[in-house]
């Protein structure tokens, strides 16, 4: 196989490689943004935008063009559907050298999502310029997005995984207030037992679900497998942690009780402090702190901090 001088291209083709093909108008967007400025915009150096049903327009604000992103998709489920936005423009802010990013846009039945690279061109250390070009287009959920759900997301629950807290902990540099809370529910093998999977599987969702609902900025959920649950928190103190796994343990009562049942939970603490943030490290001294809520009866919070041990119970009362 031979491969064509750029030379034959144009001569023999009347091909352009640069204009025809890299900034060719019907295929490509190429754009720059200013970091510098404090309302964003983005300046159109070449493309249709109205191929991708966006306005016609050389200057597009960062607060218009987010009025075209779709923020229900399957990123955003992982990634958190309130930040979705506001997380693309702080990676943009961040980017050292290159990146490129999956930006969903609006449609009627499911977004089409543009596959755009961005590069820091800035040419001194004051300057904040990136140059971005739209590379692919793809009418359905990129294979890329696929895995990084299956990966990052449980199937069942739609909560975070264990490599997603992973991937978590791993970003804190400085923690402030950050907890781990292991949550185990008690009685569900009881449950599974008498009722079934399929009905041990409905109440797992509908814990998730409750879970989900009551979405807040500091606190992530996550299905380590099974029954057994974890949550990420931070900007919390010593009694407020304690409080908010008290509420845990009521949450999962309420929810049970409406399937005719009164289930509660083990829940262990632990800090994550900026020496401890090895996942597995966390996960163990969190499991061994709810073994001991385990042994005191259930429905009860123990928080370990160094030597000392704090503990709360609440109803202990299991009908299954």
Same mark, same amino acid.
């Given at each position: 196989?031979?491969?064509?001088?750029?030379?034959?291209?144009?001569?023999?083709?009347?091909?352009?490689l640069?204009?025809d093909?890299?900034l060719?108008d019907?295929r490509?967007?190429?754009?720059?943004v200013?970091?510098?400025?404090?309302?964003?915009?983005?300046?159109?150096i070449?493309?249709?935008?109205t191929l991708?049903d966006l306005?016609?327009?050389?200057i597009l604000?960062?607060?218009?063009f987010?009025t075209y992103?779709?923020?229900?998709?399957?990123?955003?489920?992982v990634e958190?559907r309130?930040?979705?936005?506001?997380?693309?423009e702080?990676r943009?802010?961040?980017i050292?050298?290159?990146?490129?990013?999956?930006?969903p846009i609006?449609r009627d039945?499911?977004?089409?999502?543009?596959m755009?690279?961005f590069?820091?061109?800035?040419?001194?250390s004051k300057?904040?310029?990136?140059l971005?070009?739209?590379?692919?287009?793809?009418?359905?959920?990129?294979?890329e997005i696929?895995?990084y759900?299956?990966?990052?997301q449980?199937?069942?629950?739609?909560?975070?995984?264990?490599?997603?807290l992973?991937?978590h902990?791993?970003?804190i540099k /400085?923690? @402030?207030?950050?907890?781990g809370?292991y949550i185990d %529910?008690?009685g569900f093998?009881? #449950?599974?037992? $008498?009722?079934?999977h399929?009905a041990?599987?409905d109440?797992?969702i509908r814990?998730?679900?409750?879970f989900?609902?009551r979405?807040?900025r500091n606190v992530l959920?996550?299905?380590?497998?099974g029954d057994?649950?974890?949550?990420?928190?931070f900007?919390?103190?010593?009694e407020?942690?304690l409080?908010?796994a008290g509420d845990i343990?009521?949450?999962?009562?309420?929810?049970?009780q409406?399937?005719?049942?009164?289930?509660g939970?083990s829940?262990?603490?632990?800090?994550?402090? /900026?020496? @401890?943030?090895n996942?597995?490290?966390?996960?163990? %001294?969190?499991?061994?702190?709810? #073994?001991?809520? $385990?042994?005191?009866g259930?429905?009860t919070v123990t928080?370990?901090?160094g030597?000392?041990?704090y503990?709360?119970s609440f109803?202990?009362?299991i009908?299954i």
């Open positions: 196989m031979t491969t064509l001088p750029l030379k034959n291209l144009e001569e023999n083709y009347g091909i352009d640069i204009n093909v890299y060719d019907g490509h967007i190429l754009f720059y200013d970091l510098n400025e404090k309302a964003r915009q983005i300046y159109i070449s493309g249709d935008l991708f306005p016609d327009k050389k604000s960062f607060k218009e987010a992103i779709e923020p229900h998709n399957p990123l955003s489920e958190g309130e930040t979705f936005l506001s997380d693309i702080q943009l802010s961040n050292d050298d290159t990146m490129y990013l999956y930006i609006k039945k499911s977004p089409l999502w543009l755009i690279d590069q820091n061109i800035s040419l001194t300057d904040k310029l990136l971005g070009r739209v590379n692919h287009v793809i009418e359905d959920t990129p294979k696929i895995y759900r299956k990966t990052h449980d199937p069942l629950t739609k909560l975070f995984t264990r490599e997603t992973k991937k902990l791993d970003y /400085e923690p @402030s207030g950050a907890y809370l %529910l008690d093998k009881q #449950y599974n037992d $008498k009722f079934g399929q041990g599987d109440l797992l814990i998730a679900n409750h989900i609902n979405w807040e959920y996550y299905r380590l497998g057994e649950f974890f949550s990420y928190v900007d919390y103190d010593k407020n942690v409080k908010k343990i009521k949450d999962i009562q309420s929810v049970s409406k399937q005719g049942l009164r289930m939970a829940v262990g603490i632990v800090p994550i402090t /900026e020496s @401890s943030p996942v597995n490290r966390v996960l163990d %001294l969190s499991d061994l702190a709810m #073994y001991e809520s $385990k042994a005191n259930g429905s928080l370990k901090e030597d000392q041990s503990q709360r109803d202990h009362e009908n």
